[in-house]
Each structure stands twice: as C-alpha cells, then as structure tokens.
C-alpha cells in the first residue's frame, strides 16, 4: 500500500515515512502542497494521504478541496495532520473533503489504529467498485440480446453481426451464457410421429 506523506518540516516527514515503512508501507514523500497536489492527480495516486495542514503553496485543506473536486473523482483517503484543535478548524477540514484528523505531535499507535480504519475504507472502496464493474459487464452482455433480431421464417437460422446465418441456438451461446439440451415438444413430437405413420402406410 502507497501513502503519501506531505509535510514541509523534514523531521516529521522522517519521521512518519521511519514508522511507516517499518509497518510495511510503501511511503512518498514530499515536502510542500503542490507536490503533494501534483502526486495526487497523477496517473498513479496513492490511495491514501497523510497532509500536514500548514504547507507553503497549497495547505492540507486546499489539497483536500482540489482532491474532491477532481474530475474523474478520486477515493483517496486523506488524513490532515494538525495542532489546530479547535472545532471551526475540523469542521473546515471535513467540508473541505479530508476523511480523519490527527493532532501534532500525535500517538504512534492511534496513528497506526487510524492507517488501519483507512485501509479498511479504501478495501471496501475497492470491493464496491469491482462489483459495480463485474455488474456492468453482466448488463452489457445482457444488452447484446436486446433488439431486433433477423431470423429466417423457414429455417429459423438468426443472422449475426458478419451478416452470416447461424443456428439460433450457437447464436445465443455466443452472447449469453445460456447453454441448450435439446428435446422435441409435444405438438411437434405429434407431427412426427403423424409424418412416420403417414411414411409406412
């Protein structure tokens, strides 16, 4: 898991980056807002963000703002790290998009306990999105059966997009997951077995 840290003073980015690589993290840091803006909106964000509240260029709050305006969307998790403790400032920080708070100079293992309630968001995220995509392949593939479809009213062979002539039955088994077992129904079980009699007499 990649984590952005952007903070400007060196020894809290040494810092978290040390406790976060030795909890397995992949960290990337940097040092002011912009970077961390510009990492953001790359082709390959990090799925979550620790951002220090006061930065040169941007602050945490601004690069939150930008995170959520950002068209396509982005589901990073952002956690602003901050002495401001007063209850303007994280209702600011809320509405400004950031997901958590942690207080300078904060507990290591609330740090981890809140890495860890992030994860468990962006995991989910992540479950959600993959379901929705395996539901729209399901539906495109639904889709395909929609509409017109040209077929022969002798031999009832389907015409397929090559605008050859196919067996409905291998049509169907190309643009579904349906599979045939093939039978005879009783009316036309009656037309044969009337056809052989009227063959032997």
């Known amino acids: 898991m990649r984590i ?5 003073a060196d020894d809290w980015r040494e810092l978290l980056g040390h406790l976060l690589a030795g909890w397995g993290y992949e960290v990337v840091p940097v040092s002011d807002g912009e970077a961390a803006w510009a990492t953001l909106d790359g082709s390959a964000p990090p799925p979550l963000a620790i951002l220090d509240w006061v930065m040169p260029g941007l602050d945490g709050v601004e690069v939150c703002r930008r995170v959520r305006r950002r068209s396509p969307p982005l589901s990073t998790y952002l956690i602003l ?30 740090l981890r306990a809140r890495l860890k309630a992030g994860l468990r968001i962006i995991e989910l995220q992540q479950s959600l999105a993959a379901r929705v995509a395996e539901l729209g392949e399901s539906l495109a593939q639904v889709k395909r059966l929609h509409g017109l479809l ?16 196919q067996q409905i039955e291998a049509y169907v088994s190309e643009h579904s997951d349906a599979t045939f077992t093939h039978g005879i129904c009783p009316e036309c079980y009656e037309k044969a077995l009337r056809s052989l009699r009227e063959g032997r007499s």
């Open 4 to 8: 952005l840290v952007a903070d400007d």
């Open 81 to 110: 790290l901050t002495a401001k403790v007063d209850r303007h400032d994280i209702v600011a920080g809320l509405q400004a998009g950031a997901d958590d708070f942690l207080s300078k100079p904060f507990d290591v293992e609330e």
């Open 150 to 165: 040209p077929i022969c009213a002798y031999c009832k062979k389907v015409r397929n997009d090559a605008n050859y002539w």
